[in-house]
Nanobody
Framework: QVQLVESGGGLVQPGGSLRLSCAASGGTFSSDAVGWFRQAPGKERELVAA????????YYAGSVKGRFAISRDNAKNTMYLQMNSLKPDDTAVYYC????????WGQGTQVTVSS
């Protein structure tokens, strides 16, 4: 079964940057689209960015557009999320998965934006 491992989170001040990574072991991501999701305390998990493997088409939620950038490395079966100009509202646990989600969720990586 595919295991997803997210990494790269941490505590950062407002305006700072982080780069998240997601590796899939025991299998591969979907041949179509994959995405980054986040779940803030007391809120539902939401899709923040998605990318199609082959055509490179991307989607960003309005709240992160212009600040986040999703990318993928097919050869490494890995995807990334570059997060710039972080805001306190970006505080959440970040997850990766196929889009729509079809794999078992990983542990996620905590991102905390605070001064």
């Amino acid at each position: 079964q595919v295991q997803l491992v997210e990494s790269g989170g941490g505590l950062v001040q407002p305006g700072g940057s982080l780069r998240l990574s997601c590796a899939a072991s025991g299998g591969t991501f979907s041949s179509d689209a994959v995405g980054w999701f986040r779940q803030a305390p007391g809120k539902e998990r939401e899709l923040v960015a998605a990318i199609r493997w082959n055509r490179g088409m991307v989607y960003y939620a309005g709240s992160v557009k212009g600040r986040f950038a999703i990318s993928r490395d097919n050869a490494k079966n890995t995807m990334y999320l570059q997060m710039n100009s972080l805001k306190p509202d970006d505080t959440a646990v970040y997850y990766c998965n196929n889009e729509p989600p079809t794999l078992r969720w990983g542990q996620g990586t905590q991102v905390t934006v605070s001064s």
